[in-house]
């Protein structure tokens, strides 16, 4: 009964690198969304996607920052050219139906030196 | 666009006291949800409600969606030490996307 997956755990980047994040969401579950925090802050929605769909990308930044959720395999948040300000938590949460409740992975804290 | 604002923001309280804290909006929403973040870790879904008015028990925690749909609140009773963490409220828009609105947390720590 695997929860949300989300590797890696830490990523450390130097800038203008680039950074790929991934989620493979609970068994049965086909929405997914991404989530960024900041220390001592709360979670700031980013995106949400459905298979091989992105329902709703109001959170996403509008440059270097693309999400995907393929028919097959785990979802990635994509970072291009990451700069110091791109330093946070990134957490994926999945739900089964996007009117139920979300379950959250251990997120991936990314660095960027 | 939508917000959530929670209070209080950090608490530091005794041992076997009780806990309240709330979430506020400024529009309707359809769920609240209650989590607690852990250091270094994601977000655990504490209680879940779905109607207005609901009040909801998990073991020593109690949580009430509000009768104007626009606020909920968190009772942690007898409190011990392994409740210090970041309690987060998140609502449900009732429209576009339905997407989550999460509040900026309540910072917990209990003192033995």
């Known amino acids: 009964n695997a929860g949300v997956m989300q590797n890696p755990r830490h990523l450390v980047r130097r800038r203008g690198q680039e950074a790929r994040l991934r989620c493979s969401p609970m068994?049965?579950?086909?929405?997914v969304y991404w989530y960024r925090q900041l220390p001592e802050e709360g979670l700031k929605f980013m995106v949400y996607?459905?298979?091989?769909?992105?329902?709703?990308e109001s959170g996403m930044p509008k440059e270097r920052f693309s999400a995907e959720f393929p028919k097959e395999g785990p979802s990635i948040l994509r970072i291009q050219q990451v700069v110091r300000g791109d330093s946070a938590a990134y957490f994926c949460?999945?739900?089964?139906?996007?009117?139920?409740?979300?379950?959250f992975g251990p997120g991936t804290r990314l660095l960027v030196l | 666009g939508q917000q959530l604002n929670q209070s209080p923001q950090s608490m530091f309280i005794q041992e076997g006291e009780d806990v309240s804290m709330n979430c506020t909006s400024s529009?309707?929403?359809?769920?609240w949800l209650w989590y607690k973040q852990d250091p270094g870790e994601g977000p655990v879904l504490l209680i879940a409600?779905?109607?207005?008015?609901e009040l909801t028990s998990n073991g020593r925690l109690t949580a009430q969606f509000g009768i104007t749909r626009k606020d909920s609140f968190l009772n942690i009773s007898a409190s011990i030490p392994s409740d210090v963490g970041i309690y987060f409220c998140?609502?449900?828009?009732?429209?576009?996307?339905?997407?989550?609105?999460f509040g900026t947390g309540t910072r917990l720590k209990v003192l033995a």
């Open positions: 949460a999945s739900s089964p139906t996007r009117l139920e409740t979300q379950y």
């Open positions: 068994k049965g579950h086909s929405h």
């Open positions: 996607l459905q298979k091989e769909n992105i329902i709703d």
């Open positions: 529009s309707i929403f359809n769920t």
């Open positions: 409600l779905y109607k207005a008015g």
């Open positions: 998140a609502g449900q828009s009732t429209s576009g996307t339905y997407k989550y609105i």
